[in-house]
């Protein structure tokens, strides 16, 4: 899973297994959980925070947002630059 880091992929999917997306979660690698998402390979997606646009049918669909704990460990880059970053603010404090 880790091999998908440098790549600056977005991985979208109907659901996660519960430790494949802590997992990810911890990479920093962006997971988008669409239920109702319909698209074929070769489809152009368009990715927003709240849903997901599929280019080629043009049929948008809803996404499942992730807990803002979660998505500021996404953000950060994943779980180890997050703690570093934390740290850092509360020995500044």
Known sequence: MSCLKG???????KSF???????????????VSCPTIEANVGD???ITP????NQTTGKTFAVVP???SRQAIIDAGGL?????KRLLEMAAA
């Not at 297994?17 to 997971?31: D, E, T």
């Not at 709240?50 to 646009?53: E, P, Q, S």
């Open 7 to 13: 790549h600056e992929l977005v991985i979208v999917a």
């Open 66 to 68: 992730l807990p803002k």
């Open 50 to 53: 709240a849903a997901v646009l």
């Open 17 to 31: 297994a519960r430790i494949f997306l802590q997992n990810a979660i911890n990479l920093g690698l962006r997971v």
């Open 80 to 84: 180890i630059p997050y703690t570093r």
């Open 44 to 46: 152009e997606l368009e």
